[in-house]
């Protein structure tokens, strides 16, 4: 939009100044073909007039078409500062709000997972509580084994001798 209008002010600036080079040529041919003719400095001083008003006049235009050139440009330079500003801003709040959701989420995987670390280990020390509940009821049931098979082998031992004793008692009687 801001191009549109600088380029048409360009625009209107060349024809501008066409139209007074048109017209300062063409004062030029006419006072060219007038000099010969009248030789009269009232007539010479008019020209100069003439000529020194379409050269301040062209002057003038020449320095309006610049003046706003360089409004224009000055117009552009700020409003895209305020663009650069405002677009600035925007993806300042953006990369504030993402880099919050990501600590958000850091601190959630975290809790998260301290969490499942503590239950894991809770289970980890109920498991290892159970195995040695097993260990000690296991090494209570081996000493148990233990002492029934020596009951076990003192009785048999007892019955063999007693066998021994009632057949040496039948033999030798």
Known sequence: MMEERVAKLEATSERHAAALAALENEMNNRAHQLEPELSNNHLDRRIT??????????????????QRFMEILEQTNRRFTEMQVQTDRRF????VQTDRRFQEMHDYTERRFTEMRE???LRFDQVHKRFDRMETSI????????????????????????????????FLG
Do not use: G
């Open 49 to 66: 007039e003439f000529r020194e008003d379409v050269n301040r006049r062209f002057t003038e235009m020449h320095e309006q078409t610049d």
């Open 119 to 121: 239950d894991s280990n």
């Open 139 to 170: 090494d209570n049931m081996r000493h148990e084994l233990q002492t029934f098979t020596r009951w076990m082998t003192a009785s048999q031992i007892t019955v063999v001798l007693a066998i021994v004793a009632l057949a040496a008692k039948t």
């Open 92 to 95: 300042t709040e953006i990369q």
